[in-house]
């Protein structure tokens, strides 16, 4: 019997390997760097956990998840397998074991989080305890978090290439740009041996319903359930601790995770988690709960999640036994707008942004699909599957209609707007609201002004919402999330193509609440308030101090609004003093306006003043004469200090130009700047 087979029936307990397993067992145990996307419930870690046993020396996890590395932990040794994990939920004890366990050269498993790797002393470590191979799980990370939640991910390619030895990457879930990306980052762009085991979870039910008091909707999917371990994601800490307890009051056992917590309080959650039948754990997708409990049986997302890969990680984490298990999402307005904000607040390169709009945009195709959901989501991915007779949309199937009309309104608007607007000022050029905005740009005057007006704001921002879904539009994040028409548009702009909508899906948003906080600035300002806040955060960070201290929030707000186009508009924003005004003003006009060139530091310091409006006609006035009146002379100028100190003092007498300039200056520039000194005075 080969080696691996005995270890899978004596330290594992299995009689067989799964399909596929066998073959990834075998490329990883030889030393090959290898890939592998299997689904979630598919067996990843026992294809990196079986090859660590039949290969000399240690074997490094890299883990995004302290739950998932004390469950895998918890789990090898029960198998009597001696592994352990380096985290910060380690108790003092515990971090002494694994020491211990190294330096005897038991440990044949060490997982750690990709934090650890920034540490010097991490590499050295590494080194003297004799690692022979690196397994990367949840390796979509990589590319999903890589950039600005988990960067410290981005640092798994340098240890692979110091330490000299393979590296096998685990996920469940990578469409074919991180595919891409996970290759580049961690094998150098040196194509590994991959396997691609599908993406199709059969047993889980699909379902999404725009939020309509989503506390009431996730309490009554819960009561349906009752009884059964479920998840519900929250996007944050809060919302966590709130809907635990209204569950709890409901009558469910219930409780909160999230990475705010003491380490003691989330291993008690982990713990109860892991022994608890019916236990609802409210949980951060940032965090996530990442435990191998097999018989979780529904998972509920009280918020839109980040990315249709982030969305099939989480609901993965339900019927992982192959049982049947269900899966509800919620979203609405606020969702979206929160999801563009984080991308555009990262501080991802703007290729990459656009990227993340992209998945965003594909993730709202999936919530606002027009057929089977399990098609659309294993499209996403590129399978295909036909209707799966076991989701939301197979169930009861959407009601549609020609929207062709109403989508070609919207991308006549984009079109003779030039694409520098988003959802927010087109809905007011299509409803022929009258705006102070519409009136400065004229737009009221544009054919499509008023022509939607058989939908309202709410109607056209679901009609948007399924443009977006379908690929016909794209934020555009060059431009503070102006939409852009996608190549997909141009058929039904020109009349050669037909699209369909949900109708049901527009019926709902006018029926839909208001909703009873009001967004900080309208949808229109948005993105740009996001890319100002995204240039504070690196002003901030770069100088150690906290956002806040650069500029409040009411500051931005107001520049997100005003929109300054010179550094004397930016001084009447509240909050810019003179100081920051000279520190910090060009920065942010760059965010608002792009290339901003540079004042002298003289006329910074005279900007929003009176004296800044004279220092430029005396500049104008100056460079009308710089080759004398008749323009042959030699050329001469006046030093921006010179034409500072004028502005301020305003001399109206040629004598006192004289002291000021000297008497060469004074007489080519006396009698202009004269004049411009006493129309002012």
Request: glycine residues 10%.
């Amino acid at each position: 019997m080969p080696a691996s087979s005995s270890l899978l029936r004596d330290v594992f307990g299995f009689e067989s390997f799964r399909t596929g397993q066998e073959e990834i067992v075998e490329a990883v145990a030889a030393g090959e760097n290898v890939l592998a996307i299997m689904p979630t419930g598919g067996g990843k870690s026992l294809c990196f956990q079986l090859p660590a046993l039949l290969r000399e020396g240690v074997t490094v996890v890299i883990s995004p998840l302290i739950a998932l590395m004390r469950d895998q932990v918890r789990g090898l040794q029960e198998a009597g397998v001696e592994a352990g994990a380096l985290t910060s939920g380690n108790t003092q004890e515990e971090t002494d074991a694994v020491w211990a366990a190294l330096e005897a050269g038991r440990l044949k498993l060490l997982y750690m989080a990709p934090e650890r790797l920034a540490s010097g002393a991490a590499l050295a470590m590494l080194r003297r305890v004799g690692v022979s191979l690196i397994a990367v799980d949840e390796a979509h990370c990589v590319s999903q978090w890589g950039h600005d939640f988990r960067p410290d991910y981005l640092r798994i390619g340098d240890l692979r290439r110091a330490l000299g030895v393979p590296l096998a990457a685990f996920t469940a879930t990578a469409d074919a740009e991180t595919q891409e990306e996970i290759v580049q980052k961690l094998f150098d762009g040196e194509p590994p041996r991959s396997f691609l085991r599908g993406f199709d979870r059969p047993n889980i039910h699909l379902a999404f319903a725009a939020k309509d008091g989503p506390r009431r909707q996730i309490l009554e999917f819960a009561a349906a359930r009752r009884g059964h371990s479920g998840i519900v994601y929250c996007a944050t800490r809060a919302k966590t601790e709130a809907l635990a307890q209204a569950l709890r009051e409901d009558g469910h056992s219930a409780c909160h995770y999230h990475g705010g917590m003491e380490a003691e309080d989330r291993r008690v959650v982990e713990g109860r988690f892991a022994r608890e039948d019916g236990l609802i754990v409210v949980a951060t997708v940032a965090f996530g709960m990442g435990i191998d409990k097999p018989d979780i049986r529904w998972v509920a997302h009280a918020d839109l999640p980040k990315s249709i890969e982030a969305y099939y990680q989480e609901i993965g984490r339900a019927g992982r036994d192959g049982a049947p298990a269900e899966t509800l999402t919620l979203y609405g307005p606020d969702d979206i707008r929160l999801r563009r904000n984080q991308i555009d607040e990262g501080l991802a390169p703007p290729e990459r942004r656009a990227a993340d709009h992209a998945r965003l945009n594909a993730l709202l195709g999936l919530a606002e699909a027009l057929g089977c959901r399990r098609q659309a989501l294993l499209g996403f991915f590129g399978e295909e599957t036909a209707p799966c007779g076991y989701c939301d949309l197979c169930d009861s199937p959407p009601e549609l209609f020609d929207g062709t009309t109403p989508v070609r309104m919207a991308l006549s608007a984009i079109l003779r707007t030039e694409e520098w607007f988003g959802a927010g000022h087109l809905t007011d050029i299509l409803t022929g609201t009258e705006t102070d905005r519409i009136r400065q740009r004229g737009h009221d005057a544009l054919p499509t002004y008023g022509v939607g007006k058989d939908y309202d704001k709410r109607q056209w921002s679901a009609i948007f919402r399924q443009m977006m879904g379908r690929d016909l539009v794209r934020p555009d994040p060059a431009r503070h999330g102006a939409l852009r028409m996608t190549d997909a548009a141009l058929p039904i702009l020109r009349g050669e193509g037909t699209i369909t909508l949900r109708r049901d899906v527009i019926r709902k948003a006018a029926a839909q609440r208001r909703p009873a906080v009001k967004a900080l600035v309208s949808d229109e300002d948005a993105p740009l308030l996001s890319a100002l806040k995204a240039r504070r955060r690196a002003l901030s960070e770069a100088a150690k101090v906290p956002a806040y201290v650069i500029f409040p929030d009411r500051t931005l707000i107001e520049m997100a609004e005003t929109r300054p186009a010179s550094l004397d508009q930016m001084a009447r924003i509240n909050g810019v003093g003179a100081k920051k005004l000279e520190r910090y003003g060009t920065a942010f006009l760059e965010v608002i306006n792009g290339a901003v060139t540079p004042a002298h530091p003289a006329r910074r310091k005279l900007a929003g003043r009176e004296a800044g409006s004279l220092f430029d006609r005396l500049l104008e006035a100056q460079a009308g004469l710089a080759r004398g009146a008749a323009g042959i002379d030699k050329p001469m100028s006046c030093s921006a200090a010179e034409l500072a100190k004028l502005a301020q003092q305003r001399p109206t007498e040629e004598s006192a130009l004289v002291r000021l300039l000297g008497e060469r200056r004074a007489e080519r520039f006396g009698p202009a700047f004269l004049d411009v000194l006493r129309d002012a005075g």
